[in-house]
Nanobody, 115 residues
Framework: QVQLVESGGGLVQAGGSLRLSCAAS????????MGWYRQAPGQQRELVAT???????NYVDSVKGRFTISKDYAAKTMYLQMNGLRPEDTAVYYC?????????WGQGTQVTVSS
């Protein structure tokens, strides 16, 4: 079964760091471009970082220079290193393919940044 499991979220103060992990079953990471999405209550879902099969990365302007997306094929895990966190980064973070496949949504992991 195709499965994505996010972890690593938590409560941090502004300026702090977190590393999110996305455990991806099978060969998802090898055959799909991937991304980290986030959604805050009442807000539009936002794609914040992407990584292609060829490991090209892109970021939404608001996280450039602060977030780094990466993946480890052997560990079947994708990561999002988040530094210099801001209150506006507060959201539930999800990993998924790019373009998004709704059938494989995980539970997400909550990131809360206090001011």
């Amino acid at each position: 079964q195709v499965q994505l499991v996010e972890s690593g979220g938590g409560l941090v103060q502004a300026g702090g760091s977190l590393r999110l992990s996305c455990a991806a079953s099978g060969t998802i990471l090898s055959f799909n471009d991937m991304g980290w999405y986030r959604q805050a209550p009442g807000q539009q879902r936002e794609l914040v970082a992407t990584i292609t099969v060829g490991e090209t990365t892109n970021y939404v302007d608001s996280v450039k220079g602060r977030f780094t997306i990466s993946k480890d094929y052997a560990a079947k895990t994708m990561y999002l290193q988040m530094n210099g966190l801001r209150p506006e980064d507060t959201a539930v973070y999800y990993c998924n393919t790019v373009p998004l496949e709704s059938r494989i949504w995980g539970q997400g992991t909550q990131v809360t940044v206090s001011s």
